[in-house]
């Protein structure tokens, strides 16, 4: 009886040994994350330095040592920002070679969202002013759709791998195709793309908040 009593113990705790090995690399590999979503990239935490008292602003297409006034890492872009006035100065930045974009206050998805889209192609910088008018596009230009550009002095370029867009925008610009902007949070989505056709689907996006100071 005794014998019988260990060899069932013995079987026990076989089974239960097997059981956990099964269970726990299930478990570890398990972070909570959505294999299905968007996955932002790295973020990197190299960026030039920004200061409360920023220095003269102007746009070239590079972002200077304590030109803004207030940084942030929203998915893969680094955005900058400073406030003046009635007025916000932004620069885009991107480890990439294609288009980038930023949709301000989406309804629904895209849908509804006031997108400033960026590129380098053929060397010409473009930044669009646009509207996305459904939940998955399109986003025709503001000035397709009876509004007009109102992005203020648009400039970027391409280097070492970055992308880099300068440009100034009024925090209200009036257009109804815009979305304003204010002191505080901002819902923004953003999306990247591999190349500089902006016909071309993004290979990465997400979502995010613009805060303003």
Partial sequence: MFGKRLEFR???WLLAALLLAILLP????NNGSNPTGPTPAPENSSHPLVSVQPIAWTSNGTVTDNEYSQFQQIGPLQVFTRVEGDQVCMALRAQNNGYIALGIRPDFKMQGADDI???ISGGAV????AYSTGAFGPHPPDTELGGSNNILEPSGSQADGWVTFE???QLV???SWDKPLSMGDNPVIWSIGRSADTTIQHTNRGSGTLILK
């Fill in 10 to 12: 013995f079987v026990w």
């Fill in 173 to 175: 610009t009036g257009d």
């Fill in 117 to 119: 889209i960026c590129v």
């Fill in 167 to 169: 440009f100034k925008r």
């Fill in 26 to 29: 299930g478990c570890a590999g």
């Fill in 126 to 129: 473009s930044i669009t002013d």
